[in-house]
């Protein structure tokens, strides 16, 4: 029997939904589930498998949990930041090799900049060198992409890279970590009018209430394409980078639909057999006030002309844009190039906050079909009344593994398509 109380938007939330997806575990993370952005999992020398996630927020750093039974997932190590104006968000892993983000809330703060770690141990994670990006401009590395076990592609601000507006701090950089001990930069790009002494005039922003920056976010390389960065660039869209000389780095592609949409593209997966892109938003704003934030279809046949073809599916807005706190697409499972990393060139699996973690195939490019989606309930005392799904992860066994932004920390899933 219902109740109008029983159909309020706040019980809705409460309730998990569920399609073809199942819960395999929920593991809370000790009280300290407000996870970031980074997640990666590394196969222990021992044969264990590690799933280590960076914190949104301070006090916490990263975590490492032991998932090699997912039915009974253990955190073997939780650190700590050094003080709560820090944070590290983003994290990669390969082989006993981690290097993780350290972001600052203000520019000229420490530690701001790259943190390379030896977890052979995994529960004793050891720090093996800060590549410092500080400055008077600088709140240091936002996101980071690693997966040969020598270069670093990051967001990141400098102390020599003056914007014109702050909230253009972060632009693309290579680093080399070849000598973990000793990391270089090796190359570096930014949009063009960004930055103090550009020749071209600043770009056109977007009107105040959706201007959220021309900086990088997510910055990958491929080894189907070394030559090639794609890089999600906040306001300025979807930008392919020629990076065959990095001292020289020249743009190859580049495609935005903001104007008229509301701008902060995150992320360019290339689907690299079938000339595609999927191309996903960020929602930024609580309560649908910035929808739509959307999952993008783009034919990149064309370097010169890729051309957006459809859109995923969405989460009905009228059912999840009131529900607490964001509403609407977010990060996707990136198909890492690594051993245990589940990769596919026709399903894709990201997290949309308060509508949780989907899965879509996109085997008929021009009609994008959901075929799986789980919306936890929400968790105690979440701040924002709903669930907030921030990151996902799928490894080889198709096991998902999603975190919270705020207090629910880690589940982990079976996709059963």
């Known amino acids: 029997m219902s109740t109008p109380e029983m159909m309020t938007l706040k019980n809705r939330a409460a309730q998990t939904m569920a399609h073809n997806m199942t819960l395999v575990s929920h593991h809370e993370l000790e009280g300290f589930g407000g996870m970031g952005e980074g997640i990666a999992m590394q196969q222990a020398d021992d044969g264990r498998r590690i799933l280590w996630m960076a914190h949104e927020s301070a006090p916490k750093n990263f975590t490492g949990v032991d998932v090699t039974d997912p039915k009974s997932p253990r955190v073997i190590a939780q650190t700590e930041l050094p003080h709560m104006k820090v944070r590290s968000n983003s994290l990669d892993v390969v082989g006993n090799l981690m290097v993780v983000a350290s972001q600052t809330k203000e520019v000229n703060m420490k530690p701001a900049g ?36 020598k270069t670093v592609h990051m967001a990141s601000g400098a102390p020599d ?54 900086r990088a976010h997510n910055t990958n390389v491929f080894p189907e394409r070394p030559d090639r960065a794609y890089l999600g660039y906040i306001d300025g869209g979807a930008v392919v980078l020629d990076i065959s000389n990095p001292s020289d780095i020249k743009v190859a592609s580049q495609w935005n639909h ?10 360019v997966l ?22 739509p934030k959307l999952v993008w279809m783009v034919d990149a046949r064309s370097d010169a002309n890729p051309v957006p073809i459809s859109t995923f599916p969405t989460p009905p807005y009228d059912a999840f844009a009131k529900r607490g706190g964001r509403f609407g697409a977010h990060n996707l499972h990136e198909n890492h190039p690594l051993p245990i990393s589940f990769r596919s060139d026709t399903l894709v699996i990201g997290t949309f906050f308060n509508a949780g973690v989907r899965v879509y195939d996109t085997t008929n490019p021009y009609q994008v079909e959901e075929v799986a989606y789980f919306v936890p309930g929400t968790p105690r005392l979440a701040p924002a009344g709903a669930i907030q799904l921030n990151d996902v992860f799928v490894d080889d066994r198709r096991l998902v593994y999603t975190v919270d932004r705020f207090g629910g920390g880690l589940y982990i899933l079976e996709m059963n398509v």
């Not at 903001?258 to 992320?267: A, E, I, K, L, V």
């Not at 290339?270 to 929808?291: A, H, M, N, T, Y």
């Open 114 to 149: 790259l943190n390379i770690y030896d977890i052979s141990i995994p529960e004793q994670p050891r720090l093996i060198s800060h590549f410092d990006c500080s400055g008077p401009y600088s709140r240091g590395v936002h996101a980071v992409w690693f997966v040969d076990g």
């Open 161 to 214: 890279f003056q914007p014109h507006n702050l909230k253009d701090d972060q632009f693309y950089r290579i680093i080399d970590i070849s000598n973990p001990s000793q990391p270089v930069e090796t190359g570096r790009w930014w949009y063009p009018g960004t930055r103090v002494g550009d020749s071209v005039p600043p770009p056109q922003r977007l009107p105040a209430k959706f201007d959220t920056g021309f």
């Open 258 to 267: 903001s104007p008229p949409f509301n701008g902060f593209t995150h992320t």
């Open 270 to 291: 290339p689907l690299f057999e079938r000339g595609l892109w999927i191309v996903s938003d960020e929602c930024v704003q609580d309560d649908g006030k910035d929808w």
